[in-house]
């Protein structure tokens, strides 16, 4: 493509950034309302930048509810679904991409068609299951799931694991290697990137559930940061400045997370989108 | 001839074996947390079924409630569409606008791809509560910034008729999750296509209306597969801003709320079962309409695929 002309750099500068205002701007009034005093927070017309910044409002906020049992208890749900996740994910993945056996291409697309299925569905004999097990009000329901692999990154993996080529597999096994030697020593070194981008979108997705926590957790010490929050709005509906406080605690994290790993993100996105 | 037969035999239930231990992780998911469950909640659907006694058959009784005595449905199946009718769309489009504009040759790509995508990674609960604020009818910085050029602002979140494109400004907010998929097919699109479309004298829209977007319309159909699976099943914005209720005047109430609260407040276990098998069936027919009409928009540039 040619070079473009100045003057039509400037207009894609421009839309860009007026744009990026409205995917900014909410940012900058999050953390600014989180550091305002209750006047600025409701004065017309509003305060665009504080006078004093009231740190204070974060100690508040986590001061008001228990925030860093939620931290913990989200924390300890995260470790476990990556655990749970890249472990299991990657070994019925090998399954799927580097073993023939009979049956193994027609339950691949079962596999596939899971992923069309609405949870609703699935949702109340779930529940029943782990009501049996004496699960609510634990973190299992949330972590345990984790370890029999989903269908999303079990698909993500074996499609990676497919562009690693089969020749390598073949020279374990010409040492007398058997699959678990050439699962651990040839096919998971080679995939770490793949790895990490499971691990990572796990993560953020047990950061941001609400669904899971809302069903399973009723005791408000083993809360989540999710549904503590939400819970919080219904309390204190009006005190914004902590509201807003404890939103940016919650966010902060995963913004620190993606600018550590960003190219894991792009390139997973890439992956997972469409190199199908 | 005999002896590597056998051994090929031998070699064919080793892989059998192994690929059964290998994928028993998931063959225990798909028989446990899937087949069964699947199973059941198509008997429960049959069931009254309230979890303190246990089911009990009364055929499609269920579906008859649902169908003919439940304007809570009918509530909350119209809102669902009004998501997926005008909601999703809107955001398709404007996550694949940015994506376009992203994809000239700027300097300082990265910068505005991470300003654009960061929203969409955000936990939806401490986003929804920063526009529950954004959107406060008397004290919101939207309101307040409408009435600065002296427009005055709607109710939005807690007007019924507003509450819903209030919701879809909201889902707008994360246009960037679909940006970055689109830009990364952009991307791809081999440069020579665009060289070869100017050779023969196509200009800027005719390339983009001959190379563009057929190209990027196998990930056009993925983001609309997959957004119309997540809109069918939009919860938890509708549950933060409601706080659960799908208010005001359940204009909010969407069929994943409305089955949520039928579920576990109302504990009717197996009127929800068959909210759920109706949901699961709305889901597929508009999956396959899609997919059949994909095979008029959807270009593969490997044919055999």
């Known amino acids: ?276 | 001839m005999k002896l590597s037969d056998t051994m090929r035999s031998k070699q064919g239930r080793r892989d059998l074996r192994n690929g059964l231990l290998f994928a028993s992780p998931w063959l225990i998911h798909l028989a446990v947390l899937i087949a069964y469950p699947i199973l059941s909640s198509f008997y429960y659907s049959l069931c009254n079924y309230d979890t303190l006694r246990p089911p009990r058959f009364i055929g499609l009784e269920n579906y008859r409630i649902l169908f003919t005595e439940d304007p809570l449905f009918y509530a909350s199946l119209w809102n669902t569409f009004y998501m997926v009718v005008i909601g999703l769309p809107v955001g398709l489009f404007l996550s694949l606008g940015i994506a376009l504009l992203m994809n000239q040759k700027l300097s300082g790509m990265a910068f505005y791809r991470t300003l654009y995508y960061l929203p969409s990674i955000c936990p939806v609960v401490a986003t929804s509560i920063l526009w529950l604020w954004l959107l406060n009818p008397e004290m919101g910085l939207v309101n307040t910034m409408l009435g600065q050029i002296g427009v005055q602002g709607p109710g939005w979140l807690v007007a019924p008729e507003w509450a819903k494109p209030a919701l879809i400004l909201m889902g707008l907010w994360g246009a960037g999750g679909g940006m970055v998929i689109y830009l990364a097919a952009l991307q791809d699109v081999p440069q020579q296509l665009y060289e070869a479309a100017s050779l023969d004298g196509a200009g800027k829209i005719a390339q983009f209306r001959h190379v563009t977007l057929p190209m990027l319309s196998p990930v056009i159909l993925f983001n609309l597969i997959m957004g119309l699976i997540g809109t069918f099943q939009y919860f938890t914005q509708a549950y933060v801003i409601s706080r659960g209720s799908g208010g005001p005047q359940d204009s909010t109430l969407f069929y994943a709320l409305h089955l949520f609260n039928v579920a576990f407040l109302d504990f009717r276990m197996g009127y929800a079962c068959a909210m759920a098998w109706v949901l699961f069936l709305i889901t597929l027919a508009a999956s396959l309409a899609v997919f059949r009409s994909s095979a008029r928009w959807v270009y593969y540039a490997g044919e055999s695929r």
Not at chain 1, 21 to 41: A, I, Q, R
Not at chain 1, 149 to 166: C, D, K, V
Not at chain 1, 193 to 205: E, K, Q, R, S
Request: charged letters at 10%; hydrophobic letters at 55%.
């Open chain 1, 1 to 276: 493509m040619k070079r473009r002309s100045i003057a039509s750099q400037w207009i894609g500068h421009v839309t860009l950034l007026a744009l990026g205002l409205f995917f900014v701007l909410p940012f900058y009034w999050l953390v600014t309302t989180s550091l305002k005093s209750d006047t600025e927070v409701f004065a017309v017309p509003p305060v665009w930048v504080p006078k004093d910044l009231l740190w204070g409002n974060f100690v508040k906020a986590v001061n008001y509810i228990p925030f860093f049992t939620f931290l913990k208890n989200t924390l300890i749900i995260c470790g476990f679904s990556v655990l749970g996740a890249v472990t299991s994910s990657s070994l019925v993945a090998y399954s799927f991409s580097r073993i023939r056996w009979p049956g193994r291409d027609a339950l691949f697309l079962v596999l596939l068609a899971t992923m069309m299925l609405p949870g609703q569905v699935t949702l109340i004999p779930v529940f029943g299951i782990f009501r049996a097990l004496g699960w609510i009000d634990t973190f299992l329901p949330l972590t345990a799931p984790h370890f029999l692999g989903s269908a999303f990154y079990i698909f993500m993996l074996r499609q990676f694991f497919m562009t690693i080529p089969m020749e390598l597999s073949d020279a374990v096994r010409i040492d007398g290697g058997g699959e678990w030697d050439i699962f651990s020593r040839v096919i998971l070194p080679l995939s770490r990137p793949a790895l990490a981008t499971v691990g990572l979108f796990t993560f953020i997705g047990s950061w941001n559930d609400f669904g899971g926590p809302l069903l399973y957790l009723n005791d408000e010490r083993k809360a989540t940061l999710s549904l503590g929050l939400q819970q919080f709005v219904s309390q204190h509906g009006a005190e914004w400045s902590l509201l807003m406080a404890a939103s940016t605690l919650m966010t902060i994290p995963i913004i620190i997370l993606f600018f550590f790993a960003q190219r894991t993100f792009i390139q997973g996105i890439a992956v997972s989108g469409i190199k199908g």
